[in-house]
């Protein structure tokens, strides 16, 4: 089970939610638990749990970018932090803040959302060692939907393409780069094929989550329904320092497998944000005119959330 949000879920959450509720009620729990697709595949997960053939599900927003346009609210304020606790608490704010983020989920989709978790630190890993904005320009660089305009309004050419098929499109040719994050670099042992890692920071988000389908919740026992919830928020608590210990682990671990890591210049990285200084505002402009969802006032949310943990910006988004 190599990823994260797996890991706390299996590992701790699971056992956790078992042992208080056998401890502290009459209740056995019995919990089925099906990664890596065994039940619905990871792209169907929000489509699974609002038919309830599973009561809890975990998965990335990123893949409902429409069905979850506002959600994904990270992705349109890149350059953030690369620290994963301060995503998830920046996040957690927005989503105490902007009661759509749980209205969408409830009306619907018949579920809510019970814990953030964060993915890691978003760099580039490329066949070639880049340190110039400018070096973007004209080449292909992978990437999933919603952070491929990052590299388009840069010069580059995105090319749209899944975690599983990195190696195979390296290898062929099909991009030079690629935005992801570090974990890939080893599970997919790229090293052969693009062994340069540039740390870019276009930041840490808080894209993936635990939700629970309205029905289960709603049936089970009220102390139950208590100790769900109050397990659910320290998981939440939990997954921003959790992801940022994993992050750690694999920085190290490529370094020692032979990664060419280099640090992206700073003024280089500042200059890259000044290119997307507008593209928020854009894109928050046009998922309202196409759903009629509050986003830019969830941007704006954001930006301010991310200020109040501690972070500044390398240029200050402007929303309308």
């Known amino acids: 089970m190599n990823w994260h949000l797996i890991q706390l879920a299996h590992n701790w959450f699971v056992p956790e939610l078992k042992k208080r509720i056998e401890t502290r009620t009459p209740h056995k729990l019995e919990m089925v638990e099906g990664w890596a697709s065994s039940i619905v595949k990871a792209t169907e997960v929000l489509e699974g749990v609002e038919s309830g053939i599973v009561g809890l599900g975990m998965f990335g927003w990123g893949h409902e970018a429409g069905k979850m346009a506002l959600h994904n609210f990270p992705y349109y304020a890149p350059f953030f932090s690369p620290n994963a606790a301060l995503a998830n608490s920046a996040a957690r704010k927005v989503y105490d803040q902007v009661p759509a983020l749980q209205d969408i989920l409830i009306k619907n989709h018949k579920q809510r959302n019970l814990v953030l978790v964060p993915i890691d630190n978003y760099d580039i890993i490329a066949k070639f060692p880049l340190a110039k904005l400018s070096e973007v320009k004209g080449k292909k660089f992978g990437g999933a939907g919603p952070n491929l305009p990052w590299i388009e309004r840069a010069g580059g050419i995105p090319v749209s393409v899944t975690g599983p098929e990195f190696y195979t499109a390296f290898q062929t040719g099909l991009f030079e780069g690629s935005i992801a994050v570090v974990s890939i670099m080893d599970s997919l042992k790229l090293y052969p094929v693009a062994p340069y890692y540039i740390r870019i920071n276009f930041g840490a988000m808080a894209v993936i989550g635990m939700n629970v389908n309205l029905d289960s919740f709603n049936r089970l026992p009220k102390e139950v329904q208590a100790i769900l919830e109050e397990t659910a928020r320290e998981m939440d608590a939990k997954a921003g320092p959790f992801t940022q210990e994993v992050t750690d682990k694999y920085m190290a671990l490529i ?32 998922i309202e005119k196409e759903t009629g969802w509050p986003m830019k006032a969830t941007l704006k949310a954001f930006l301010k959330a991310a200020e109040d943990v501690g972070y500044t910006w390398p240029i200050r988004y402007k929303i309308d």
């Not at 020692?256 to 894109?283: H, Q, V, Y």
């Open 255 to 286: 370094a020692t497998n032979g990664a060419k890591i280099s640090e992206f210049p700073a003024d280089e990285r500042a200059a890259w944000a000044k290119l997307l200084a507008d593209w928020p505002n854009e894109r928050a402009g046009e």
